[in-house]
Every structure is written in structure tokens, then in C-alpha cells.
């Protein structure tokens, strides 16, 4: 089957705007988890969704990153007043349940200008 | 706090030379440890797991509690191995990895 898709591949955008990054995991997974990964750097938890229970946001590095994940499937990253400091890869994975193994996407290449 | 800490950014070796990334981690509890690869163009990819203590595509790694080391070894090192290698640990909730830097590594003809 398909396995953990990102959209879109690639974003552009000018410092100060806002940009929703989508993620589908592989189907009947129930465990969500977003990292960066910066450019010398490796990668920086964000967000986890388990089921219906609260996400651990413990990993957003400021207010201006929220996530959610709709019907316990897609979900969105969104980043409001982008920073260049934002640039990164936003990679998203999926897992049957917590604690088993992590499939990874494609990533989203975000550059903020 | 969950560190882990890979020493070096690249290591590059002559094809069939023993390859050895070394993985150093600090946590209090008893993690899981993991090595995940990303070749080129692709994705970020588990190679194995310390519970499962099996050898992948000739890797091995073993946990070292009193050294909190946890290296990837391979005794002959062949080109399609070039990638990028990621150590990676999981607490007890089990909800989020922590990542090293990565090391690359070049294996040459």
C-alpha cells in the first residue's frame, strides 16, 4: 500500500505569511508525529497525535506552530508569521500504534524569504 | 534531558574497510535505541532496533548501558551503503524519537 505522503514537496514563502503543510498517513495508523530538520541539525521533534488523546505539543518551538489531525487521519501543520528561521525540511511519520516502528514522508521543503 | 549525540559529522571509507558510526546517548531511564537511514532521494528509513538485536544489510549495533553507547558496525563496508545515518532514542512513553546530528558516510571505490 501507499505508504506516508506529504504536501506539497516544496514551499516558498515570504516572512510574515502563514503556510499549512498536510500530511496523510498510511492508513490505520493511529500514531502521528511531526519533526524538523534543519540544515546541520538533526531532527527536532514537534507534535504527536495518539488516537483521540490530547497531543504532546511539547516539541513546538513557539505559538506560531499549531497541528491538527482531522478524524484521526490527515493532518496539518500550520506555521503563522513565518520566520527564515522556519526554513527547514518538515518531515511527518506515522506508526501502527506508539512505540513501534516510525515510517517517514517525503518532507515538505519549506524556505522562508 | 534525552541527548544523543553522534561525534561525527562525516566518515568516509574505502570499500570493504570496517565501518563503525559511533552513537553516544544520556538519559536516565532505560530508552530504545534505533539507527535509521536515509539514502539519497529517499526516505528516512528504520535499520534497526537494539531490541530486536538483529543484523540488517550486514549492520549490527549493540547497547552499551555503561558506556550509554549504542554503535553501528559493519566489518566490510560496500558503495551502496553511502547514506545518511541517523541514532535515535525513545523514552518509556514511547511517543517521539530524539535524533542525533547524522553522520554521512562515503565508502569508496
Known amino acids: 500500500g501507499a505508504g506516508v505522503s506529504q504536501s506539497p514537496s516544496n514551499k516558498v514563502t515570504e516572512k510574515g505569511k502563514d503556510v499549512e503543510l498536510r500530511c496523510d498517513p498510511i492508513?490505520?495508523?493511529?500514531?502521528l508525529y511531526w519533526y524538523r530538520q534543519s540544515l546541520g541539525q538533526g531532527l527536532e521533534f514537534l507534535i504527536y497525535?495518539?488516537?483521540?488523546?490530547?497531543?504532546?505539543k511539547s516539541g513546538l518551538p513557539s505559538d506560531r506552530f499549531s497541528a491538527e489531525r482531522t478524524g484521526g487521519s490527515v493532518s496539518t501543520l500550520t506555521i503563522q508569521r513565518t520566520q527564515q528561521e522556519d526554513s527547514a525540511v518538515y518531515l511527518c511519520?506515522?506508526?501502527?500504534?506508539?512505540?513501534?516502528?516510525?515510517?517517514f514522508g517525503p518532507g515538505t521543503r519549506l524556505t522562508v524569504l | 534531558a534525552q541527548r544523543v549525540t553522534q561525534p561525527e559529522k562525516l566518515l568516509s571509507v574505502f570499500k570493504g574497510a570496517p565501518v563503525e558510526l559511533k552513537c553516544n546517548y544520556s538519559?536516565?531511564?532505560?530508552?530504545?535505541l534505533f539507527w535509521y537511514v536515509q539514502y539519497s532521494r529517499q526516505r528516512l528509513q528504520l535499520l534497526l532496533r537494539?531490541?530486536s538485536r538483529e543484523s540488517i544489510k550486514g549492520f549490527t549495533a549493540d547497547l552499551n548501558k555503561g558506556e550509554t553507547s549504542f554503535h553501528l558496525k559493519k566489518p566490510f563496508a560496500q558503495e551502496e551503503d553511502s547514506a545518511m545515518y541517523y541514532c535515535?532514542?525513545?523514552?518509556?512513553?514511547?511517543?517521539?524519537?530524539?535524533f542525533g546530528a547524522g553522520t554521512i558516510l562515503r565508502v569508496k571505490s
Open positions: 511519520a506515522s506508526s501502527l500504534t506508539s512505540g513501534i516502528e516510525q515510517f
Open positions: 492508513s490505520g495508523h493511529t500514531a
Open positions: 497525535f495518539q488516537g483521540n488523546s490530547a497531543p504532546d
Open positions: 538519559y536516565s531511564g532505560s530508552p530504545e
Open positions: 537494539h531490541i
Open positions: 535515535a532514542l525513545s523514552g518509556p512513553s514511547r511517543n517521539k524519537l530524539v
